[in-house]
Every structure is written in structure tokens, then in C-alpha cells.
């Protein structure tokens, strides 16, 4: 949240402005070239005045004064209001003005400057000569004041002799001054408009039409206020739909606690519920509704049949669900549009913002609503094709419930049939909670409902509803596919593997007939989560039933996605055979996934490929997965791919802009656990490297239990490794030990090694720092021959493995004092690392390698801990460059002085995160446009933006264009 500072009656202000990137540059370069008209219209709240205060913020340095006059909405306005509280403020500059006797004409205006102004001259005797000796006193004192902005705001409210006024200084603007005139559109006078079409030659004119804001910029006012960085578009979106863009709806809404709660702090579900639940912002309510009360009975007819329509529709179907005849809403219909409450766009009609329906559908008595909910469905039913969903709210709503219930599933299964799963949860969710139904009926819509709601990213707020629905007196196979369906979303949520596993062996033995959900339960069984007394053996018997069965399948997506699930458990435990089924996908898809089963393979084998180390296929996989689900509009599909893809880069050392990518896919998959723990993996990770250990602390720790409890195996060693480093450093061995034995216990019990590697150096690090070094000696002999016998196939197929053993038995020596040959497999063990692109754990090896040369007094220890260090500060790995540089300065070593500008060692060179932000931004593309193509907040592009023009020494986003259009490199100095 602003501080306290930052609110404004009922509402709170943004401390940026946000969606006027181009209005805001345009206004300063019309009104810095006097003499100048701009022309600001939009509708009430939607930012007018925050403009020209911003206008003033930016001309505060310049030598032109700043006069602001408004309209008031009173009856009976003071004439020349706006102008005479200009020339009130100008007290100090008439004191010392050289004013000609005109001037005194407004002495009986304002008699607080009777010392000020000459002396009042005598009367005309003519009212009109009078007026004009009062316009050119105003003129005159205007141009007194030297180079000066006059804004006039609120032109819709002003009086007759103001527009008089303006009309005569317009005829001839003086060349110092620049006016900016505001007001709204669908309430001002004609004359005001035709005012400034047409004026004097070598006047300097804009016309600016302030737009609601779109989704991404309504998330990014939302982020501004709350102080949160970034607005996921999951959250922006539901609060573009309840505010349509309109920056006052926006503040208002967020001034109420329980938005705000629900918006800062997302639980599963919350936002979207609380923004459907609330009122109408007070302020809205009130200026709509004021509004509406002047206009004609027929016109309010026809809105209250717009409002309960809410969204926009044909024009024969508004008039046919109005309560008057057709005869009398026409005449109705052209005043609610002339009045700007009503929009036509293409021959469809309905309130320009759904705050503006709401708030005339609440002033609706209920019987009102009903009937107009009815005559609305029946015109509804009566289009082609029939709009479902819509239907079934009306129906809903008119109380005709049997009705509904019909209506509302043929439109979820309409809503799957398109991939629009999020419409169909909620049809059916509605049904499942409200609607009167039969027990056989309840359990066709719940295994409907499950069905859809696995493929979105909220999961979770249904399932507690369909775990409840009673599956006693239900058939056999329904019964069974609901809980099918219910094991998969326990295992989505992250929630109570065993209780899935019971789930999905009762689905298999009673799904005779369904080959399709037999195959997927067997993959499901084959992955190991960890539950007791589950050996490995028994995974892999599941996993070959379900390739068994494959000839009985006849969709060939299902193929793909039991061959993805069955590599991806495959690559996690060793066995080589991942391969050519991934070979399978690969030709079965012609390495261009499109469909979701097909993509959901190529993103499942390419993540656990990552964590296995197996860093070249995963990238193929999952840049493949990723290219299908943007492609394809499964927003799902697309975060997930992209939450492999940040881990994979975390793993490779592709870290600049990393961690908030990560942070905000972590936003975006909040509601959704399994989807959203890469990105929380990589985030805890990078946190630690780059110090801030408390974060990393929390972040980590609260990772791996919630990986732990779910079953992640597979993923869990990575978080752990880092937990394991991070409480080493926090001098706790034996609570490290016990996290890292933890781990190796797990993988030994499921016989998920590959992935687990990760965790060998750390855990011997900890042994030895807990004294227990001659055991860790034991057990990792004891690891090796596993990993060259696993007893299922051959040589384990874990290309960590070499890296990880070296780098283990290395620490290991060191801890037995045995520096030479610690130092020789520290080496080993970076060179190997070097061979997979993990450069950070190449780092670590030849840190490791100059502790132990400096143990035995061998002074060529500096060349490996120059490299060590070098790679810290080329990631951005900030904690562990210090400690690298501690080492260097504690044993005299000659390494140049660390770079303390930022995370990198770029100098006065832009970083390449600081060279792509500056050249969309010279491109001509706003702060809001560029944070949502590189995934970062308004703030962070805007903090990239002055870092790059301060580097290139320039002043403006022209300049920089300018600059970056001839090709000046980042390192080269700008002229003068």
C-alpha cells in the first residue's frame, strides 16, 4: 500500500502513473511549444486529473508557471469561476506587474487582490462592453504572468460566461501561453469542442481521448498501489472484468480491506470470489446513478433491460427483453446512447462497464430482475446458435432451476469441446454447489466437472466439493471415474499421496471397459511418491501394464501422453529406456506437439530430464512444449512449459532476470501447487545465492516439506541441496545432515538416483562439517556400486553421476585432510561439470580446489579461485563471490577488486537485461508493454530504463533512441 499520504476519500491513488506512456510525453511536447491547445476528454474517474498532475510534475523544472482553474458541480455556477481561481492564486506576481487601468475590471470579481489590481474603472453602461473589458482584464493578467500552462478542468460544468471567455482567448492565444483543456465527453456543451476545431494558424494543437485501461495495465495500477511488484495476469484479469479499465473503479475497489487482503495475499480461489461478492464502489454507484435519474421513463426501461442482459447484445434482442413495446424503447435506446451509458459496437449494445450495469441492476426490485431474467432467456434461446452459458444464467436467475440445470451442462460440455475449461468449472461448480439434483445426475456432473477443472490452473478450489459428492447408489463405472479423476487431482493439489494411490487402484480394477483412464491410472501408479512399503519393483510392473495396453487405445494423443508419463518416471530412475520412448514422441508428434495430450508429454520428460541432468533433451522437449501450448491457448500447459524452462535455465547458469521470471511464474500458478513449484524452486535458489539468505531460509525450507509431503521426488533433491548449504552456512552440521540423509533415504527407497546426485556434495559437506566423515566414506562407496548395479537394467543413466561423485569424494579427502587428492577430485569434478553447462557447480569444485592447494601451501591456488569467482559474479551468485573473495583476501591472493555496482561485473557497459529493456524502450514501447514481454514489473523496467540512460549519459527516452538508432555500444562513450 502508498502510505496515507496517498489516499483520496474512499479510495487510495497509485503512486505511478500507469497507461499514459504515450498521452503523458505527447501533452509535455504540445504545451513546451506555445502557443499550444490540448484537449483531454474521457469519462468520469478515468484519470484526467492524475494526467495533468503529472504534466505539472514534469514541467516543474521548467520556467513556465503552472495555473490551474475548475469547474464546480454547483446550480448556480459563479461566473468566470475557473478563471477567477487562476488569477487569485497570482497575488505575489501583480504585486510587482506593471498593469494598465483594464486590469481593475476584475477588482469586483475578486476584492481579496484590491491592493493588487488598479483601481476599478468606471462603468460602461453596457452589459456586453462591460463582459469584454472583464475578458480582456483576464487576458491581460494572464500574460502578465509571463510563460505559464493554464489548464482548465471540468469544462462539462462550466458556465456560460467561462465558455465566453475561452471563445475570446482562443481568437487570439498569446504566444507565451499553453491551455489544456479537460472535461467529459457525454456531458459537455457541443460548444466546447467546436471551440478548438478550428484555431489561429501557428497554434500547436493535440486532441487526446483517454481509453480504459487494458488487463495488463489495470494489474499494473493494481501492483503500483499495493506496493507488489507485479500483478499476476490471473488476478489482473479478474480485476479488469469487474472494473472494465476505469482507474477510479480500480482505486475504490482497492481501498476496501478484504480486496486488498485477497489480492496481496491469494489463497486458493479467494480473489476471484471476493471480486465477484462486492458492491459497487460507492462513487461509481452514485455517478451512474445520478446520471440515470435524468433521463426518460422509456430510457431507464431500456437500461434495467441492459443491465440484466449485462453484456452487449444485438439490438432486437435488447428491445425484446424491455419491458415496454418496441415503439417506446426505440426513442429510449437513442437517449441511453446519446447519454454515453449505453455503447454500439457492430450492431451490439450494452453498458460501456459492467460496474455501470451492476450498479443499475442493484437499484432493481427483485421481481423486476426475474421477469427481465426471463424475457431475457427467452430471446436468448431463440438466437442461433444459442449462447449456452448466458441462457443458463438467465434461467438461473429468473428461478426457472430445472431449466438451468440443462442449459448450464450442455454449455460446460460446449465450453470443453472449444478448450475453454475455466467456463465449464464454473457452469458446473455452480450446478454442483446450487442446483437441485438426483443422485445419478450429481455424479455425471462431478466426473464433468473433475474432467475439466484437472485442466486448469485452479484445480484445487473444486476439490474439496467433488471429495464430498456421495458415490454410494452410483453406478459402477461412474463411480470409478470420479474417482479416478479425484486420485489425479490429489495429486495435482500436492495433497495426500496414499490416499490417491488407494484412489487409482480401485479406478484400474473396476474400469474394465476404459482402456484410456486404466492406462493413465497405471502410469499414475507407476510414478513414486514415496508412500511406505511401495518398492520400486512394484512402479515399474504399473508402468509396463499401462505400455501394454497401448494397442487397445484408439486416440493416438493418449498414446503420446502414457508414453510422456512413462519416460518421464524412466529418466527420474536411470533406466535408459527413456529414450526411444522419447524417440516415439518425437515421430508421433513430428517434434511439433499441438495437441495437449502432446504437449503434456514433451513438458513432462523435459522437466524431469533437467532434474536428471540430461540438459540438452529437456531444452528440445520443453521449448517444444512451450511453442504447442502458446499456440495452442492452453494457459496451463504454457506456464508449466515455462517453469521447466526457468529451471533448466537456473541449471545451465542462464540466470540474468532469472529470479523474477520465476517470482511471477510463481504468481501466475499460485492456485495451482504442482505447476508453480519449479518456479518456487528456482526463486528459493537464486535468493540464496544472491544473499538474501532469510528469504532463501523461508522460501527453501518451506519447498522441500511441501515437496516432501506431496511425493515430489524427483525435485526434491534440489531445493534440499541448497537447504543443505544454506543451514551449513548457518553453522548447523547436524541439522544438515539429517536434511541431506533425509534425501538419500528417499531416493534409495524409490530408486529416484539420477535426480538425487544433486544432493551428494552437499550431503558429504555436511557430514563432514557433523564429524561423521569415515561414515559418509562408507555410505558413499555403497551409492557408487548402486549407481554401476541397480539391479532392475544396467549402469544407472544419471550424467551427474561422475560430477557428483568426484565432488563428493573430494570434500570428503579434504575433511580427512588429505588435501592432494581432494584437490584432484574437486578438479575432476568441475571439468565434468564444465561437459553438462553447470557452471555454478563448476564454480563451487574449483573454489573447493584452491581451499585444498592452500591447505598444502601450493601457491598456483589463485588461478582456479579466479575462475571460481569470475563464473559467481557472471551469474549474479553475489553470496558466494564475497565468500570467494573472503578466501582470496584471507590467504593474500591477488584477485582484482570485486565489482560493487549490481549483480554483474558489466562496468559501464549495460548488462544484456539493460541493453533489451532500452532498446524497447527507444522503440517507442511503454514501461507496461515492455514488463509484460520479459515478465518483469513496471518498476524493475523503469529501474532498467534510468540505469541505461545514466551509463549512456542521456536525459530522455528521445535520446536514447536517438543513441541506440546509430549503434552505440554499451561500453562506448555518448558524445557530449
Sequence with gaps: MVPETGAVGGRVVSPLLVGRGRELPQLVSTVSASPAVAVVEGEAGIGKTRLVAELRERLADSDRRFLVGRCRQIREPFPLGPVIEVVRGLRTELAGAALSPVAGALRPLLPELADVLPPQPPPLGDRMAERHRVFRAGLEILESSGPAVLVLEDLHWADEQTLDFLSYLLADLPAKLSLVLTFRAEEVDPAVPALTARLPPGVTRVHQVLELLDEQQTGALAAAILDTGRMTEQLAGYLHARTSGLPLAIE????????????????????????RQIDVPTGIRDSVLARVSGLSGEARRVLEAAAVLQTPVPVPMLLGTCRVPVAQALPGLEEALAARLLAEDEGRVGFRHLLAAQAVYQTMPQTSRRQLHSRAAAALAAARPVPLGQLAHHLRHAGRRRAWVVAAERAADRAVELGHDDEAVQLLEDLLRQAPLGVEQRGRIAVKLARAAIQTLHAGEVLDLLLAVPTAGLPAPMRSELRFWLALLLHQAGDCPRRGRALLTEAVAELPDRPDLRALAMV????????????????????????????ELTDPALEVLVLGKVAMVLTSVGDPAWRPLTDRIRTATGGSPHRRPDINACESVGVDACFAGHHEPAHQLLTAALSGATAGGSRRLELRSRSGLALLDYCRGSWDGLRERAEWLAAELGDYPEGRVNAEVVAGCLALAQGDLDPAQRRLTEVVARVERAGGLDLLPLPAAALVRLTLARGDPQAAAAIARRVLASAESTGIWPPAMRMLPPWAQAMVAADRGD????????????????????????????????HAQGHLAAGARRWRPAAEHFLAAAAAYDSLSCPYEAAQ???QVTVSLLAVGDRPAEPPLRAARNAYQRLGATWDAARATRLARRHRLPLPAPHRGGRRGYGGDLSPREREVAQLAAAGRTNEEIARDLFLSPKTVDKHVGAAMRKLGLHSRRALARQLGTGLAGGETPAP
Design 524 to 551: 499414475a501408479l507407476g510414478v513414486p511418491t514415496g508412500v511406505p512399503g511401495v518398492p520400486l519393483a512394484e512402479h515399474l510392473r504399473w508402468l509396463h501394464r499401462s505400455l501394454e495396453i497401448l494397442p
Design 845 to 847: 569444485a574449483r573454489e
Design 252 to 275: 475504490e475497489l482497492l481501498a476496501l480491506p478484504r480486496v486488498r487482503a485477497a489480492l496481496t495475499h491469494p489463497s486458493t480461489g479467494r480473489p476471484r470470489r471476493e471480486l
Design 775 to 806: 561414515e559418509a566414506g562408507a555410505e558413499l562407496d555403497r551409492i557408487a556400486g548402486l549407481l554401476r548395479d541397480p539391479g532392475y537394467w544396467g549402469e544407472l543413466d544419471a550424467p551427474l553421476a561422475p560430477a557428483a561423485l568426484r
